[in-house]
Nanobody
Framework: QVQLVESGGGLVQAGDSLRLSCAAS????????MAWFRQAPGKEREFVAA????????YYADPVKGRFTISRDNAKNTVYLQMNSLKPEDTAVYYC???????????????WGQGTQVTVSS
């Protein structure tokens, strides 16, 4: 499995931006599709965005479409999530995940990071 470490979370105000990073190690990064999921208190983990191995295709959940952008740098073994126009409802722990295909289900991904907290105040 690939090891994943997220960073970049924090406390921001509504309307602000944050960029999350996820550094991968252990296996060939470019062999994996990558995704971001999030989990708010008392809620199930939900899909946020995914990107294919080569970065040519991206997929987004409706609540973040137009505000979040997923990207990857295979030379740096890193995937990013640029989050703009943040809302209080974006508050959650954000998880990076790696899998063989860019699906929308948590079961599509076999490797997970430890998560990074994003808190958006109103």
């Amino acid at each position: 499995q690939v090891q994943l470490v997220e960073s970049g979370g924090g406390l921001v105000q509504a309307g602000d931006s944050l960029r999350l990073s996820c550094a991968a190690s252990g296996r060939t990064f470019s062999n994996y599709a990558m995704a971001w999921f999030r989990q708010a208190p008392g809620k199930e983990r939900e899909f946020v965005a995914a990107i294919t191995r080569g970065g040519t295709r991206t997929y987004y959940a409706d609540p973040v479409k137009g505000r979040f952008t997923i990207s990857r740098d295979n030379a740096k073994n890193t995937v990013y999530l640029q989050m703009n126009s943040l809302k209080p409802e974006d508050t959650a722990v954000y998880y990076c995940a790696a899998g063989l295909a860019a699906g929308r289900q948590a079961a599509d991904f076999g490797s997970w990071g430890q998560g990074t907290q994003v808190t958006v105040s109103s």
